[in-house]
């Protein structure tokens, strides 16, 4: 699979540079926090911000690091925009699904939701197609624009607000109807010309064709670089260092 290859090719780049930059610091390994400043993590790494509102104005947040962020194209999606829509969009837990609340000390109905909180400076997106169970392939055509705007799916108030513009570089295409088999091709771009690379097969192509590709996976570049690593907002931080944070806020309605 080529997701799976790739996140185990970054990941072993990413362990020999933790263990090189370990020594060089005479020490035996590196924290986390240090890990995700390395140049796999500035050039691929992203952070997500989960949080959980309960009634009682109660909320936790939860930042995780990604270096390629799935999407779900199941129920009826098809579009990349659409997909986001879906990723982001907040659910309610009631009922037999309500939400233990750690400052109330109760089970309350809640609000969970999903949002980016930093946005990586070469995003790299992985469809759901394949199912794990079985050897399904979910098909289904789904658009992607050649220019994305990311600040629609930050959280409101991500450090991460400015400048969140992207613009598709490559993707990767399975052909097959089924999981267990298949042959992968690409479209990358370079200037302003985009190639199909099939193999030792490369040819040029235009735009068109690529945004008619039934694709797997995109990879699209920021249009203004960042440097996060170096920036030291306070939110920022926190969001770096991947650690749990729980805030206690209350609404206007419930002060």
Request: net charge negative.
């Amino acid at each position: 699979d080529a997701h799976d290859f790739l996140v185990e090719w970054l990941d072993s780049i990413q362990v020999v540079m933790a263990k090189e930059a370990a020594i060089s610091e005479g020490r035996k390994k590196l924290d986390q926090r240090s890990e995700e400043t390395s140049l796999i993590w500035q050039i691929f790494g992203g952070y997500t911000r989960g949080e959980v509102r309960c009634e009682c104005g109660f909320v936790s947040k939860t930042f995780q690091g990604f270096l390629t962020l799935e999407l779900q194209i199941s129920h009826g999606i098809r579009s990349l925009e659409g997909a986001l829509d879906a990723y982001t969009e907040s659910e309610e837990l009631s009922g037999d699904n309500q939400y233990k609340c750690d400052h109330c000390k109760r089970k309350r109905d809640a609000e969970v939701s999903s949002m980016l909180e930093i946005g990586p400076n070469v995003l790299m997106i992985a469809l759901k197609r394949f199912s794990y169970f079985g050897f399904g392939k979910i098909n289904t055509q789904v658009s992607f624009p050649e220019t994305l705007d990311l600040s629609p799916y930050m959280a409101e108030d991500s450090e991460d607000r400015e400048d969140l513009g992207y613009s598709l570089h490559a993707v990767i295409v399975h052909i097959s109807r089924f999981s267990s088999a298949g042959h992968y091709i690409a479209f990358v771009k370079k200037g302003d010309q985009w190639f199909k690379c099939d193999d030792s097969s490369i040819t040029p192509v235009d735009v068109g064709t690529v945004l008619r590709q039934n694709v797997y996976m995109l990879m699209y570049r920021r249009d203004k670089i960042k440097d996060h690593t170096t920036k030291g907002g306070e939110k920022e931080t926190v969001a770096r260092d991947s650690m749990e944070e729980e805030a206690s806020t209350k609404s206007e309605e419930s002060s």
